[in-house]
């Protein structure tokens, strides 16, 4: 009996290009993030809802409404509130409430999703603190009705302007785990809201969604700029990871850092403490000179996560909506990329390689 050589497996499929999209370029070698035809530095006065119809005319959607928060449905409230009372984690929240959400048509779910998501998010933030949730404003944008559905109060416009720069920032970045989840349910025909509920579930798993919440523990854990070096080094000594520093993609430093570091500052200097920036700063500088000293051949720069910390602790966010806060921004993304994987009309199904036992072959 002759037998056919098995297809080498690739684990992880890196390395495998699975799909051609105009939605972003990511060079890690360079540094560099293209953002629909965009540098990323060059978006960055851009409010996140341009983004959004830049990512979705790339997709070849050109006349979508403009996205805007939107109010959410009784069902979905019902759920968040039942969520609160069992103190669900808010991944598990967005997870939930995202999948209560329904609408005719493609391009209807995605402004449906663009819109309730910061709802959702700002919702439960306020009943897990034993609050009512608010209905977003009409004459706000989406950057605005998030911070205000967060506070009750109108927000200043430095922060205003810093939160569109994170969600520019985060709205797309190549074909990730959770952006790959999103189209692949989308190539079965299946609908947006199923695609993205998704993407959120593969967000929440650690190995994709990042550790923002623990670079910003490091700052508060060193304290002062004359603590940093030590605590650095022991931290180092004792295999340790220094948080907010390092990528699997960037071999240089993170163009994301670049800009959320400019706009972290921006944000402090005319709205917030500067003194804890300034120690941010500090640390980051002390960090860099450490790890290039004790590992000089793993180029390890500043990534989006250290200033992913700072930006959203400067905007009054608590560490369990960072995550959440990410998928806003996200969601721009996922929802171009289903755009895409529609019109290409292609199931995504790769194969698998059998590796168990013969069915003539004794189990061991």
Known sequence: MTTQPS????????????????????????????????????????????????????????????????????????????AARRQVLPMDALRMATGTLSADGDRTAAGLLIGAIPTIVASYARLARGTE???????????????????GAEPHAELVRALNVYLTTVADHGLNASTFTARVIASTGSDFVSAVTGAIGALKGPLHG?????????VFEIGTVERAEAVLRQKIADGERLMGFGHRIYKVRDPRADVLGAAAERMFTRAGDLHLYNLARSIETVALRVLQEHKPDR??????????????????????????????????GWTAHCFEQRASG?????????VGRAPNERAA
């Open 210 to 218: 990042g550790a923002p919440g623990p670079a910003l523990d490091m």
């Open 299 to 332: 180029r390890l720069q500043t990534n989006v996560e250290f200033y992913t910390a700072l930006l959203l602790h400067g905007l009054g966010l608590e560490v369990a909506q960072f995550t959440p806060t990410f998928a806003i921004g996200r969601a721009a």
């Open 133 to 151: 949730p608010l209905q977003p404003l009409p004459e706000l944008g989406i950057a605005a009705n998030y911070l205000y559905m967060n506070t």
């Open 7 to 82: 297809k080498r497996a690739n684990p992880g499929l890196e390395g495998v290009v699975a799909a051609e999209t105009r939605l972003s370029k990511v060079d890690g070698e360079r540094g560099e993030l293209v953002v629909a035809g965009h540098r990323l530095e060059d978006l960055t006065q851009r409010s996140f809802e341009d983004v959004v119809a830049l990512l979705w005319a790339a997709a070849g959607v050109t006349d979508a409404p403009r996205v805007v928060a939107v109010p959410l449905p009784p069902a979905t409230l019902a759920l968040l509130r039942d």
């Open 346 to 354: 292609r199931l995504i199904r790769p194969e698998s390689t059998y």
